[in-house]
């Protein structure tokens, strides 16, 4: 059951596809905006959004489109993405803070850095115009596993997540997986995003590195970039560059964490967010 101030949102994207999340908070205070990675769904994001609700924001934590309940739609070039985040702006009536993290983080650099000002602050999360290919190829192999023939239970898709995350405990219930995963009518558990949004990710002409560069460049808002130490997507040398793409970014190391920061130390990495987010 949902708490008082948890409620089901539903925004339009770009287009007019239908984008749902989860709003925390009080609808008085100023937006926070949520935007998880390639192939997760809102629910990545864990205490994250009670911590900034209970730190005065009016949080809403989206699912991407194609991704958990939103619509699935014919485009999901980085392009689209990003006019998704310009569309939602526009419906938050204020200028929010985004968390964007890996696809998130990126769609909200471009929004900002080519059409900005839009947003009161950016925080990237374990992303930037740099990325290590092998931890992308990596990522990318994951999100494919079970698309086709899926999981015949939710103890299955557990047991590939460990294989994926060995540095993480295997949840003894894996009933929680069954918010990230669908069942499809053969009964089989599949990754709940489209598809065709994994396909199209490995040949898409709107993200290229010369692109995030030059919308790091003109990123003036206040912005930090928060890095998971075990990281194999986000190096130290691309965080060096980033640093001086936009010098007045802060910058914060979560140690023991790999890509999926908020995932895999979420205490560290709320801390680190809000301790930032207060200095506005």
Do not use: C
């Not at 990003?82 to 968390?99: E, F, K, M, S």
């Amino acid at each position: 059951m949902q708490s008082a101030t948890e409620r089901s949102v539903a925004l339009r994207g770009a287009g007019g596809i239908t984008l749902v999340g989860d709003a925390v908070g009080r609808a008085g205070d100023p937006p926070a905006l949520l935007l998880h990675g390639g192939g997760q769904t809102r629910h990545a994001w864990g205490a994250t959004a009670r911590a900034l609700a209970a730190a005065g924001y009016h949080v809403v934590a989206l699912d991407h489109r194609g991704h958990g309940d939103s619509e699935w739609a014919p485009d999901y070039s980085l392009t689209s993405f990003a006019d998704d985040v310009r569309a939602v702006v526009d419906q938050l009536g204020a200028p929010p803070v985004v968390v964007g993290a890996s696809l998130g983080g990126m769609a909200g650099m471009l929004a900002e850095g080519e059409h900005g000002p839009l947003l009161r602050a950016l925080v990237l999360v374990d992303v930037g115009p740099r990325l290590e290919m092998a931890g992308v190829r990596r990522v990318l192999s994951f999100m494919e596993s079970g698309l086709d023939g899926g999981f015949a239970s939710l103890d299955e898709a557990a047991d590939a997540i460990a294989r994926y995350l060995p540095h993480r405990k295997r949840p003894r219930d894996p009933s929680g997986l069954a918010k990230n995963l669908r069942q499809g009518a053969d009964g089989r558990w599949r990754w709940h995003y489209d598809p065709r949004f994994v396909r199209r990710e490995r040949g898409d002409p709107t993200f290229t590195r010369e692109r995030l560069v030059e919308a790091a460049r003109r990123l003036r808002l206040p912005t930090m970039l928060v890095r998971g130490r075990m990281s194999d997507v986000l190096s130290e040398d691309a965080v060096r560059e980033f640093r001086e793409l936009v010098p007045h970014a802060a910058y914060a190391d979560v140690a023991g964490a790999h890509h999926m920061v908020a995932g895999d130390d979420n205490d560290a990495f709320t801390d680190a967010v809000v301790g930032f987010l207060r200095g506005l």
